[in-house]
T-cell receptor, first 111, second 114 residues
Framework: GENVEQHPSTLSVQEGDSAVIKCTYS??????FPWYKQELGKRPQLIID?????GEKKDQRIAVTLNKTAKHFSLHITETQPEDSAVYFC??????????FGKGTRLHILP | DAGVIQSPRHEVTEMGQEVTLRCKPI?????LFWYRQTMMRGLELLIY????????DSGMPEDRFSAKMPNASFSTLKIQPSEPRDSAVYFC????????????FGDGTRLSIL
């Protein structure tokens, strides 16, 4: 089955700088890679997703890249703001089938 | 749409008691997922249903855990008997395969077994 590894587990960046979170997956059949943001005490919420036929996708300050050959994908947040502080989860799998989540990255935006 | 609705939001009970968590998926969604979240193990998929049928329950930790989906608008996750190590936040999520939407999570049930 699918296994998703995520790193770092904790990341601190100065406000205004960029943050990068990286994930690897094991199942070459996986074709869907969502990213979720979870604020303290809240539910995970989808922030962006990418399919395996696309190498990069951008939405304002957030971008995801996918390297199918190497089986890794990354989340990039530019011009970070205090409200970006949260736990971010990557996941991999088939869109409508089960997806497997990484262990999460706790992002701290420092003033 | 009200989103995925879970109840109760919080549950505190003594070990050995039966616990029932409830979930109402988004109307029209044909997939329903149950997850457990802990600091140590992260977000774990316990079981998921498609059109009310359990597809994969390989994540259910023990026979003490069971889940049902009697109709398209309701699912339960039951723990009997409960143990302190079952303490966690349990999330339900649903998705719609027809419009290729991602999984939408409910607000979760914070379960504490004393």
């Amino acid at each position: 089955g699918e296994n998703v590894e995520q790193h770092p587990s904790t990341l601190s960046v100065q406000e205004g700088d960029s943050a990068v979170i990286k994930c690897t997956y094991s199942d070459s059949a996986s074709n869907y890679f969502p990213w979720y943001k979870q604020e303290l005490g809240k539910r995970p919420q989808l922030i962006i997703d990418i399919r395996s036929n696309v190498g990069e996708k951008k939405d304002q300050r957030i971008a995801v890249t996918l390297n199918k050959t190497a089986k890794h994908f990354s989340l990039h947040i530019t011009e970070t703001q205090p409200e970006d502080s949260a736990v971010y989860f990557c996941a991999g799998g088939n869109r409508d089938d089960k997806i497997i989540f990484g262990k999460g990255t706790r992002l701290h935006i420092l003033p | 749409d009200a989103g995925v609705i879970q109840s109760p939001r919080h549950e505190v009970t003594e070990m050995g008691q039966e616990v029932t968590l409830r979930c109402k998926p988004i109307s029209g969604h044909d997939y329903l997922f149950w997850y457990r979240q802990t600091m140590m193990r992260g977000l774990e998929l316990l079981i998921y249903f498609n059109n009310n049928v359990p597809i994969d329950d390989s994540g259910m930790p023990e026979d003490r855990f069971s889940a049902k989906m009697p109709n398209a608008s309701f699912s339960t996750l039951k723990i009997q008997p409960s143990e302190p190590r079952d303490s966690a936040v349990y999330f339900c999520a649903s998705s719609d395969s027809r419009s290729n939407q991602p999984q939408h999570f409910g607000d979760g049930t914070r379960l504490s077994i004393l």
